[in-house]
């Protein structure tokens, strides 16, 4: 049977927090092994998939990362989590971008840090490319088995324009409620076959308690006021913006490959793109696809985080 990384398989981690926007992230921060207070390492925030949390596959690549001598850094975005936030559960590129942007001041204001990247895993691979495209602080970028939407793809994902217009129908319905009532309504983010979930694919890392599904912080909700931005996730506009040397690891198993190919045409910096194999999950904690992506990841930060 194929090895999974755990909270088990993990390297240590210590908990910190810091400010961003109008509230406080909280993430679990991965040291090399051997730690020298005294030098310089390369520094990476990580995140992962939409509604995921830092001990699931941002945490797997933190950990990894730090085996191969990078400060890496995996978040609880804001209404995540352990971090803080009144509308838990609310999708929002804009204020997840932010956070990005606070991880990467927190790295760089440590002594150890000499420069500093970011690395997201299925959408924090789109998240990241609205941090990159504007923060000098995203001095190299990778993502792995990204998912890089934009209104054409999704009108497609959610039954054309119809779908669309009632989900945003929804979500301002859900948003008065909230304002008037401090109600968050929510539904499921993953549910297999069910087309009132934002994903009703297989989705089995979620619901495998040996997986995803067992982080205790993890929830498996998404607030409905948050259609409307999510609709409007666009990562394909913003990489013509992004100048940062970056990498992206896909297969033609992991969501929507032609997306990948498409925001890798439109990167404006120097890019690489490595075509793995593998399943979309295997990337988040499938030991053997895992640890080959981080080597090639830390390869990357090592050569441009100088």
Not at 128 to 150: H, I, K, P, R, W
Not at 177 to 195: A, C, S
Not at 205 to 211: G, L, Q, S, V, W
Not at 212 to 226: I, L, P, Y
Request: glycine share 8%; hydrophobic share 40%; proline share 5%.
């Amino acid at each position: 049977m194929a090895e999974s990384l755990t909270e088990r398989s993990k390297p240590k981690s210590q908990k910190v927090s810091f400010p961003s926007g109008d509230g406080t992230v909280v993430a679990n921060l991965y040291l090399p092994e051997g730690h020298d207070p005294s030098r310089r390492y390369p520094a990476v925030a990580v995140a992962g998939s939409l509604s995921s949390v830092k001990e699931q596959m941002g945490g797997n690549y933190a950990g990894e990362l730090a085996r191969r001598g990078i400060i890496a850094l995996a978040i609880d975005y804001r209404n995540y989590g352990e971090s803080s936030g009144a509308v838990r559960q609310y999708e929002d590129q804009s204020s997840k971008a932010e956070d990005l942007s606070a991880a990467l001041r927190f790295l760089k204001a440590r002594p150890d840090v000499k420069a500093t990247g970011l690395l997201g895993i299925c959408t924090s691979g789109g998240t990241a490319l609205y941090t990159a495209a504007t923060d000098a602080n995203v001095q190299a970028l990778a993502t792995v088995a990204g998912f890089f939407s934009e209104p054409d793809f999704a009108a497609k994902m959610f039954g054309g324009q119809e779908g669309v217009d009632q989900r945003i129908a929804a979500s301002r319905t859900a948003r008065k409620r909230y304002e008037e009532t401090g109600v968050i309504e929510t539904i499921l983010t993953y549910n297999p076959g069910d087309k009132t979930a934002v994903s009703a694919s297989s989705s089995e890392y979620y619901f495998d308690k040996t997986r995803g599904g067992g982080v205790r912080s993890w929830r498996n909700e998404f607030a409905v006021m948050g259609w409307e931005p999510w609709i409007a996730f666009n990562p394909v506009e913003q990489a013509p913006k992004v100048k940062a040397p970056a990498l992206m690891i896909h297969s033609d198993g992991a969501a929507f490959p032609d997306q990948a190919r498409k925001v890798y045409n439109e990167l404006a910096g120097p890019k690489e793109l490595h075509w793995a194999v593998g399943k979309h999950f295997d990337f988040y904690d499938q030991a053997d696809t895992v640890r080959q992506a981080a080597d090639r990841v830390a390869a990357h930060f090592h050569s441009k985080l100088v």
